[in-house]
T-cell receptor, first 114, second 111 residues
Framework: KAGVTQTPRYLIKTRGQQVTLSCSPISGHRSVSWYQQTPGQGLQFLFEYFSETQRNKGNFPGRFSGRQFSNSRSEMNVSTLELGDSALYLC?????????????FGEGSRLTVL | GEDVEQSLFLSVREGDSSVINCTYTDSSSTYLYWYKQEPGAGLQLLTYIFSNMDMKQDQRLTVLLNKKDKHLSLRIADTQTGDSAIYFCAEDRYGNNRLAFGKGNQVVVIP
């Protein structure tokens, strides 16, 4: 079955703009998590959605938001972009049950803010 | 909060064994994970261990868990060039859909 698909793969924005990233989970997976990966901070958890509800949230400012649709696809939005938002944004899907918690990651969306 | 700690870089000859270490933070974490990231790719789950186990073997991979010291290690036997990647350990400190990752350990396999 198809893996986790993230679009776009690469994008360049300027400071002050906003960006929307999309994630299509593996069919049947109801949980979608988002992580930010930077060389300095490593992988940091942004938020997790399950059945269209935000279930967990990391320590990011309100400029970072997300949502999940009824088909489990998820989007994240970053408004008023800053240089420090340049990162690889990774989406992961899972069944969302309280089990081993295996996450399946997409290849990421690499955002560069100029 | 405290960080999951990993050493940064390891080079190993093809055919040798590699050992990657990690110190995690929360003794109440239920599962500990090892993920692999190849260049330009997302993370791939390699293996995981339940916190009440000391060891888990999966083909060329051996995971050792020292819960007292909160120390996790991954041994890769017969390391191959395809094993060159960044390896991340992670714990489900906040629940199994919110993992805390280490900074990663880059493994370079020399032919």
């Amino acid at each position: 079955k198809a893996g986790v698909t993230q679009t776009p793969r690469y994008l360049i924005k300027t400071r002050g703009q906003q960006v929307t990233l999309s994630c299509s989970p593996i069919s049947g997976h109801r949980s979608v998590s988002w992580y930010q990966q930077t060389p300095g901070q490593g992988l940091q958890f942004l938020f997790e959605y399950f059945s269209e509800t935000q279930r967990n949230k990391g320590n990011f400012p309100g400029r970072f938001s997300g949502r999940q649709f009824s088909n489990s696809r998820s989007e994240m939005n970053v408004s008023t972009l800053e240089l420090g938002d340049s990162a690889l944004y990774l989406c992961a899907s899972s069944l969302g049950l309280e089990d081993t918690g295996e996450l399946f990651f997409g290849e990421g969306s690499r955002l560069t803010v100029l | 909060g405290e960080d999951v700690e990993q050493s940064l870089f390891l080079s190993v000859r093809e055919g040798d064994s590699s050992v990657i270490n990690c110190t995690y933070t929360d003794s109440s974490s239920t599962y500990l994970y090892w993920y692999k990231q190849e260049p330009g790719a997302g993370l791939q789950l390699l293996t995981y261990i339940f916190s009440n186990m000391d060891m888990k073997q999966d083909q060329r991979l051996t995971v050792l868990l020292n819960k007292k010291d909160k120390h996790l290690s991954l041994r890769i036997a017969d390391t191959q060039t395809g094993d060159s990647a960044i390896y991340f350990c992670a714990e489900d400190r906040y629940g199994n859909n919110r993992l805390a990752f280490g900074k990663g350990n880059q493994v370079v396999v020399i032919p």
